[in-house]
Structure formats: C-alpha cells, structure tokens
C-alpha cells in the first residue's frame, strides 16, 4: 500500500464505490450465471447448441440437478475469488492492473477485496439475488 492510501477493513467501511463493483459483479456475472444454469435445467433454452446438453439434463433426478447447480455456484464463486485475490496481488506489489469505480482503485478499497464476496455482510448476501453460496458443494 502506497502511503498515501487508505485501506479499510472489509465490508466494515462504508464504500460506495466498493459497494458498486460488488453489485455489478454479483448481479452481471454470478446471478447470470446460476440464472444461465437454471433455465439449463429446467430446458428453457432455445439455442440449438444446448439442446443435447439439456436432454440430458432433463433425464437427471433432482438431486443430481441440485448437485449440478452447487458445482455451478462454487466455480462460479471460486473464479470471482480468484479474480479477485490476482486484482488484489496485483495491485499490492506490481500496481499495474486498477479497476477503477467513480475514480477509484477498488483493491485500495478494501483490505482484501477477495473476501468482500463473503459472509453475513459480504455482496453474495447484500447484492446476488441468490444469496450465500450453499454451505455444502
């Protein structure tokens, strides 16, 4: 951290622009995603590519669709991590990728932005329209 940037704690600080990027992300790519899935296992798509795909599916007992569903979630949240914690690297010790909302660095932001996904207060709970990950994958 450069000294003249402030970290705060995650989620224990109000930051709205924090708080924008976790909205977006939770609404434009996880809750896409697990919505992506769902019509999958429901076969409501139309795309003759995933026609096969969800014929298969379709033959699938509803544990098995659940247990499709939980892989889908936890990749899903496991990428978004994963992204996160590379921004936050990058950031701390080479400063050469910044995503910027309202001006600001959002890995400054936070003391550690691959967590804010996480938790009571984290953005699965407050932004995805999904909630928390399933306790069990």
Same mark, same amino acid.
């Given at each position: 951290v450069r000294p003249d940037e402030e970290r705060s704690s995650p989620m224990t600080d109000d930051h709205?622009? =924090? $708080?924008?990027?976790?909205?977006? =992300?939770?609404?434009?790519?996880?809750?896409h995603a697990i919505d992506d899935v769902d019509t999958l296992l429901a076969a409501g798509w139309k795309a003759p590519g995933v026609q096969a795909l969800q014929t298969e599916l379709v033959g699938f007992t509803e544990e098995q669709r659940a247990v499709v569903r939980r892989c889908l979630i936890t990749c899903v949240d496991g990428a978004i991590h994963a992204f996160l914690f590379k921004l936050q690297e990058r950031s701390?010790?080479?400063? $050469? #990728?910044?995503? #910027?909302?309202?001006?600001?660095?959002?890995?400054? #932001?936070?003391d550690g932005i691959h967590g804010e996904p996480f938790g009571e207060e984290g953005w699965q709970a407050r932004f995805s329209k999904h909630g928390q990950s399933p306790d069990q994958a």
């Amino acid at each position: 951290v450069r000294p003249d940037e402030e970290r705060s704690s995650p989620m224990t600080d109000d930051h709205p622009s =924090l $708080d924008k990027f976790g909205r977006f =992300l939770m609404e434009h790519f996880r809750d896409h995603a697990i919505d992506d899935v769902d019509t999958l296992l429901a076969a409501g798509w139309k795309a003759p590519g995933v026609q096969a795909l969800q014929t298969e599916l379709v033959g699938f007992t509803e544990e098995q669709r659940a247990v499709v569903r939980r892989c889908l979630i936890t990749c899903v949240d496991g990428a978004i991590h994963a992204f996160l914690f590379k921004l936050q690297e990058r950031s701390d010790f080479e400063d $050469d #990728l910044q995503v #910027l909302v309202d001006g600001k660095n959002v890995a400054i #932001l936070s003391d550690g932005i691959h967590g804010e996904p996480f938790g009571e207060e984290g953005w699965q709970a407050r932004f995805s329209k999904h909630g928390q990950s399933p306790d069990q994958a």
